[in-house]
């Protein structure tokens, strides 16, 4: 049962900080929220800050599919050190002076990694292999090597770049970056393939994600402020209605009352042809802005893919 004064189900923007897993969010927002029903839409390593978004009850439903979506991110990547995790938390396993790199080298190797690409995820990935993590595989001392997979790096801007000397004494040479990307890419691979491809070795010393899908980091709320608003008794103001969150993130297609009774009650109804693809979910909304459900179109047909009433 919800404490009183909680609020409705929907999501949470979160602007996570350092240090903290997103499983810690997740357990910091169940306390707020008084339910076990938590969730989150795209894991953020603990170095790694910015948006996460929370689900709270009936929200958690739309997760999966808000996970999908494109997200943003400014980084910085070290070249000239490369670590066995990508990032500046793994032990630096190589150095290569990286101060006598060209600007022009620079946009190349970046322009390389930009568009659809084929990219072998860190081995400190939560990519499961056999049921294990392989960042559980890469700590208990195996090998691992996982295989390429296809993303779209829409966008991978250079924002500046400037010398530096690492604790070892390496020139080397920070660049602070803007990334757009689909579902599934990791930064820190773009940072390992950058120094690669540049012959000096790169990791990542900072990241930060800036919007998951429509839900940017100006709507993000800190910890402390999630910690505040529910002493106050008004964690609802830290919620995002489930149904203004489904608007925000999915084409909308709303249906009249008997379109509404026959699509809740498991009826495929003719799609609305907005021109989505397969697996692509579509928000339906009924009467009185009612959120319903979310579709996808499949041979001519909406299929529900959750319904929420």
């Avoid at 959120?291 to 009433?309: I, N, Q, T």
Wanted: hydrophobic content about 45%.
């Amino acid at each position: 049962m919800k404490r009183k004064g909680t609020g409705p189900d929907g999501l949470v923007i979160v602007d996570k900080p350092a240090g903290i897993t997103s499983h810690g969010v997740v357990g910091r927002i169940r306390r707020l929220a008084g339910t076990r029903r938590v969730g989150h839409a795209g894991t953020l390593d603990p170095m790694a800050t910015g948006v996460l978004v929370v689900g709270v009850e009936k929200a958690t439903r739309l997760l999966g599919h808000l996970a999908l979506t494109e997200k943003e991110y400014t980084a910085t990547v070290r070249l000239g050190q490369s670590t066995v995790t990508d990032d500046a938390e793994g032990e630096v396993t190589a150095s290569a002076a990286a101060d006598g790199i060209a600007a022009e080298a620079v946009a190349a190797g970046i322009a390389r990694l930009t568009g659809d690409i084929e990219q072998v995820p860190s081995s400190v990935s939560a990519i499961k292999i056999d049921g294990k993590r392989s960042y559980t595989r890469v700590r208990e001392g195996e090998e691992v090597e996982l295989k390429a997979r296809p993303v779209t790096v829409s966008e991978f801007v250079l924002e500046a770049s400037r010398p530096a000397v690492a604790e070892d004494g390496t020139a080397v040479l920070d660049l602070d970056v803007r990334v757009v990307c689909s579902s599934g890419t990791y930064i820190r691979a773009l940072a390992r393939d950058l120094g690669s491809a540049l012959g000096v070795g790169g990791h990542l010393t900072a990241l930060r994600r800036t919007r998951v899908g429509p839900y940017g980091i100006e709507r993000a709320r800190g910890l402390d402020e999630l910690d505040a608003a529910a002493e106050a008794g008004d964690f609802v103001s830290a919620v995002l209605p489930i149904g203004a969150a489904a608007d925000a993130a999915f084409p909308r297609w709303d249906v009249d009352a008997e379109q509404a009774r026959l699509l809740t009650n498991g009826v495929r109804l003719d799609a609305p042809g907005l021109g989505v693809g397969p697996g692509a979910a579509i928000a339906v909304f009924g009467p009185e802005d009612r959120f319903l459900a979310l579709v996808e179109e499949r041979g001519g047909k909406a299929r529900s893919l959750a319904v929420f009433v």
